[in-house]
């Protein structure tokens, strides 16, 4: 991810860094009570609290960060390819937590951590190539939080999502709000959230005058994209467009080109991040045959957003207010 503006930044957490200046509770000590949450559809107990948490990916530890609890984490996996850290609201964060490993979580590297609670997700660490799922942790004896957003729905073996991207994001700060005892904090900044997403909504393009939008991740022969239940199908929709994959009842997932050139998007986003640059994948979309009647193509109007922007992160809101803009331009001049 290129660096992101640190105003806007500040904006995207108001309530949680305090690099920009906000005030926040501390984290309430652990206590040896049990804590049961509803993760992914079931009642989980974790007992004690958790004090030696480690995460999978980028969107994952920011969520710890952005609630103040660096304190309770053991460490944190993350590829270095998901951009610049220097100017993220929580740098501090990054500072004070052991950045594990630049692959992604294993057994080994989680015992070596002492962890005491993985907080990971499906296809964001845990995977069943590997070995590395609740489960298997459970059996020795380490529990797990599973991102909502990458909850399995049981449509398929894989599928993901059981609720909108926005809810679920709530959802996991209203539950790490209450293991950690920092309710006020968590619904401090769900409300912020909630703000700042009603103030883009409130500008945004209505009706038909609504470009739709098609996220392209990766891929030459079949386009990774979102579908309804990954965080860019509301970044998308609150921020004034329409996913052209709404209709796909999974959250990340493969595609066909024939289906992008039937729906013929207005607007293409851009996910940045890994070996392959957003002007390199900007290059390819605009070259690839296939696509060269598409409207987004034929005008140019490709918009880029971040790998943390576009997955289950506090970020989101931020990502929201920066497409509304471009969506309200386009919509304008069209």
Not at 278 to 295: D, G, H, I, Q, T
Request: charged fraction near 25%; charge should be negative.
């Amino acid at each position: 991810m290129r660096k992101l503006l640190a105003t806007a930044l500040c904006l995207a957490a108001t309530v949680t860094a305090t690099g920009c200046g906000a005030t926040v509770e501390k984290p309430a000590d652990a206590k040896s009570a049990a804590v049961t949450l509803t993760n992914c559809g079931r009642e989980v107990t974790y007992d004690p609290v958790p004090e030696r948490v480690v995460t999978n990916d980028v969107g994952i530890t920011e969520l710890m960060f952005a609630l103040g609890l660096e304190d309770r984490m053991a460490g944190f996996a993350m590829p270095d390819d998901k951009g610049d850290l220097t100017d993220v609201p929580w740098k501090d964060g990054y500072d004070k937590v052991k950045w594990l490993s630049k692959e992604q979580l294993t057994k080994e590297n989680v015992l070596d951590a002492r962890a005491d609670l993985v907080f990971a997700g499906w296809n964001y660490g845990f995977r069943e190539d590997g070995g590395f799922t609740p489960d298997a942790l459970k059996k020795l004896g380490i529990p797990s939080y599973v991102l909502t957003e990458s909850c399995r729905n049981g449509r398929t073996e894989t599928s993901r999502g059981i609720m909108p991207p926005l809810d679920a994001l709530y959802a996991d700060l209203t539950n790490l709000g209450k293991l950690f005892g920092v309710e006020q904090r968590a619904a401090a900044l769900i409300a912020d959230f909630k703000k700042q997403v009603a103030q883009v909504k409130a500008k945004a393009p209505t009706g038909a005058d609504r470009p739709k939008v098609f996220l392209y991740d990766s891929g030459q022969d079949q386009p990774f994209t979102s579908g309804r239940y990954a965080a860019p199908e509301q970044i998308i929709s609150e921020a004034g467009g329409i996913n052209v994959m709404h209709d796909v009842e999974d959250s990340w997932t493969t595609a066909g080109w024939e289906s992008v050139v039937e729906r013929d998007p207005d607007v293409i986003v851009i996910c940045d991040y890994g070996d392959v640059s957003a002007e390199e994948k900007k290059k390819f979309l605009l070259s690839y045959a296939p696509l060269r009647n598409v409207s987004a193509v034929k005008h140019e109007r490709i918009f880029v957003l971040d790998y943390v922007d576009l997955v289950e992160s506090p970020r989101n809101p931020s990502a929201i207010a920066r497409l509304g803009g471009y969506l309200r331009a386009v919509a304008a001049e069209r």
